[in-house]
């Protein structure tokens, strides 16, 4: 299955890109998905465990994805 993944922020500057097509294995979770953007060059900036949206709900790590799902990885957000 295919997903697309979406960075914001600091994350998207790491990573140098802000959304990417990702395949994945039938009953791969969002924590799957974290793990795979961890391993990407640039990816030292994201904790180990970032807040995570999937199709624009927060999820846990624990999501199992479908095929077309949008998993948002957001950033900490800091107000004025």
């Given at each position: 299955?295919t997903?697309?993944?979406?960075l914001f922020?600091?994350?998207?500057?790491?990573i140098?890109?802000?959304q990417?097509s990702?395949?994945l294995?039938?009953?791969?979770?969002?924590?799957?998905?974290?793990?795979h953007?961890?391993r990407l060059?640039g990816?030292?900036?994201l904790?180990?465990?970032?807040?995570?949206a999937?199709?624009?709900?927060?999820?846990?790590?624990?999501?199992v994805?479908h095929q077309?799902d949008?998993?948002a990885?957001?950033?900490?957000?800091a107000?004025?």
């Open positions: 299955m997903v697309t993944v979406l922020a600091s994350y998207a500057e790491s140098g890109a802000n990417f990702l395949d294995s039938a009953g791969a979770t969002a924590g799957d998905v974290v793990g953007v961890q060059p990816a030292d900036r904790p180990p465990e970032p807040l995570i999937v199709n624009e709900a927060y999820a846990r790590r624990d999501r994805l077309g949008q998993i990885l957001i950033p900490p957000v107000g004025g």
